[in-house]
Structures are given as structure tokens and as C-alpha cells.
């Protein structure tokens, strides 16, 4: 009776919960070691720490595309380089929350729909344009945002990963449940509209070829925390994942970085 009485306390059922999600996080972690470290690379820190910082230079003009209140780059980034930073956002809100005096311009647009003046040395979107309805006009914008010479680095989610399919199937509610419930922590960043319009590897290839833009680096990326909260599910997934990359190869990944130049 006093067990099914601790077990009415909600804070109770949750302490368990939290620790059977712990265990199976564990689990997963230890099995992902013995697989090859290509698939140990979490696409969103290579992409802050490695990818988009390797294509900085001194004294040249960047736009952080939808980095809204958390741009990639820092004051003291901007300080090192002698950057001018220009933020774009469809938000005024999420831009005026940005850390004081990071942005030296801001642009409250629809990426879709916006044209720039082609006076960017460097353009980082980093997890936006999953969220964008149309990927095409985003392009188009990308590109007349970019000088001669210019640099476009992206990071997305891929439209073929496990999680994108569910997230496009679960109805809004339900997912964005599963989500906080599951990981807490990113209440504040994540549960945005989804629709991963041409968000594939060969999709972005295509939409860069036809707007002046030519591949000068591209990553995949085979990692994704979304099943870790149940072993046999993320087991399940690893399978999928290596059958996919067998068959389709970098169309498999589950993100992925791209490096554009505009010629």
C-alpha cells in the first residue's frame, strides 16, 4: 500500500522516469563507441566550433541568418576579427535579445522574401532552414546577400533523418509533448514549425547550382540524441542508419554542414 502511495506523488513518478531515461542515455552512449567516429560527431557543435569559424577573416562583413537572440558569433569574436555583424531574423523580438552591441545592424525579414545588397564576405545559417517554408526563396536570398567571392555556410537537419519524418507526421501538440518531457532543456530553443522543404544533401547541391553558388565544402553528419531515451529504439535506428548510408550514402545523414562561394 505505501509503495502505490509514493507512486501517486507525480514528483515521485518522475524521479523514475528521469532515471530510466538516464540509464538508457548511458547504454547508448557505450554502444555508440564501438562504432566508427563518423558517427560520433554531433553536426551542430562541428559546425559552431570547426566548420563556419574555419571560413573567418579578418575585417570582413558577416550575416548570421535567424541566429536571432543566440548568434554564433561572440562581442569577443567580433572584437578578435574586426567583424561587422548583421543579423537576420523574421523576430525584431528575438534579434533585440541578442547580447548588447553583438549585432552592428539588424534586419527583421522573412529570409524567404528577403533581397539583400550582395555586400556579405560571409553568410552562417546554422539550423534554420528546416524551419523555412520555402528553401528556394531562402537560396535566392542567401545568394544576392553574398559578394563576388563570398561564402555561404549552412548547417540543417536532413529531411530523410528518422526524427524529421516523425516530426513531420506527429501532430504539433503531441511532439512538442514528447520532446520537453524527454529533453528538458530545449524548451527554449526547439519545438518551432518544421517542414524541411529540399533540406537533403542533394537538394542544397541542386538549389546552389541554380543560384550562382558552387560546393567548395560539404559534411554529413550520422548522429541524432532523439531515441537515446530508450536503448532498443536507438538500437533499432543505428541499424536503419547504416542500411541507409550503405544504400544512399551521404544522403543518409542525419545533418549536415555546406559551404557555398558565389561566383
Not at 536570398?141 to 519524418?165: D, E
Not at 537515446?228 to 541499424?239: G, K, N, Q
Request: glycine content about 6%; proline content about 6%; charged content about 20%.
Amino acid at each position: 500500500m505505501r509503495c502505490n502511495a509514493l507512486w501517486s506523488y507525480p514528483a515521485v513518478r518522475m524521479g523514475i522516469a528521469r532515471k530510466f531515461i538516464d540509464y538508457n542515455r548511458r547504454a547508448c552512449e557505450q554502444f555508440d563507441q564501438i562504432l566508427p567516429a563518423r558517427f560520433r560527431v554531433d553536426g551542430n557543435t562541428h559546425f559552431q566550433r570547426n566548420f563556419a569559424p574555419a571560413y573567418l577573416r579578418p575585417q570582413i562583413t558577416v550575416f548570421d541568418i535567424g541566429g536571432g537572440k543566440q548568434p554564433l558569433l561572440s562581442e569577443r569574436d567580433k572584437q578578435k576579427y574586426e567583424l561587422r555583424l548583421v543579423g537576420i531574423d523574421i523576430s525584431l523580438e528575438e534579434l533585440n535579445r541578442a547580447p548588447v552591441g553583438v549585432y552592428d545592424e539588424v534586419v527583421a525579414e522573412d529570409i524567404a522574401r528577403y533581397t539583400g545588397r550582395g555586400d556579405a564576405d560571409l553568410v552562417i545559417c546554422q539550423a534554420l532552414l528546416e524551419h523555412v517554408q520555402d528553401v528556394p526563396g531562402a537560396f535566392r536570398a542567401i545568394a544576392s546577400t553574398l559578394r563576388p567571392g563570398g561564402i555561404a555556410c549552412l548547417f540543417v537537419p536532413s529531411r530523410h533523418a528518422v526524427f524529421a519524418r516523425l516530426n513531420l507526421l506527429l501532430p504539433s501538440t503531441v511532439k512538442k509533448r514528447l520532446l520537453f518531457s524527454i529533453f528538458p532543456g530545449s524548451r527554449d530553443a526547439q519545438g518551432f514549425p518544421s517542414y524541411y522543404d529540399r533540406c537533403t544533401p542533394d537538394d542544397f547541391k541542386q538549389l546552389a547550382a541554380q543560384n550562382g553558388l558552387e560546393v567548395v565544402e560539404f559534411t554529413p553528419y550520422f548522429l541524432s540524441r532523439y531515441f537515446t531515451f530508450f536503448a532498443p529504439a536507438h538500437l533499432l535506428w543505428r541499424a536503419w542508419q547504416v542500411a541507409f548510408l550503405m544504400l544512399q550514402g551521404s544522403q543518409a545523414a542525419e545533418t549536415f554542414s555546406i559551404a557555398l562561394r558565389k561566383v
